[in-house]
């Protein structure tokens, strides 16, 4: 499966983003799907992630009730919106697909299909 991540942009600070992320050549809908950061010192962090049919998601602390993630398996897409963005959430953005069960799905390791990231700078 290839994904596609996009959305990304120069933003201030209270702001508000949506990014798409596009998958081919799999249908996504038997996948739970994640998001992930990447900071320019390459810490990289998990921002949440959404279950295969959408009935459930998880987000890191720092990012509820800030940013949410929808999917539309219909059109093979995963969206992550992001309100209230800060300067801290100024890193590179990657959507991915997991296999793994729901319980492991904040685990890096467990994502093996990661699309091409898309920045996102908060900056006034």
């Known amino acids: 499966v290839q994904l596609q991540a996009s959305g990304g942009g120069l933003v201030q600070p209270g702001g508000s983003l949506r990014l798409s992320c596009a998958a081919s050549?799999?249908?996504?809908?038997?996948?739970?799907m994640g998001w992930f950061r990447q900071f320019s010192e390459q810490r990289e962090e998990f921002v949440g992630a959404?279950?295969?049919?959408?009935?459930?998601?998880r987000y890191l602390e720092s990012v509820k009730g800030r940013f949410t993630i929808s999917r539309d398996n219909a059109k093979n897409m995963v969206y992550l919106q992001m309100n209230s963005l800060q300067p801290e959430d100024t890193a590179v953005y990657y959507c991915?697909?997991?296999?793994?069960?729901?319980?492991?799905?904040?685990?890096?390791?467990?994502?093996?299909?990661w699309g091409q990231g898309t920045q996102v700078t908060v900056s006034s």
């Open positions: 991915a697909v997991t296999q793994s069960i729901w319980a492991r799905v904040d685990l890096r390791r467990e994502y093996p299909y």
């Open positions: 050549g799999r249908t996504i809908s038997y996948y739970h």
């Open positions: 959404i279950s295969r049919n959408g009935d459930s998601t």
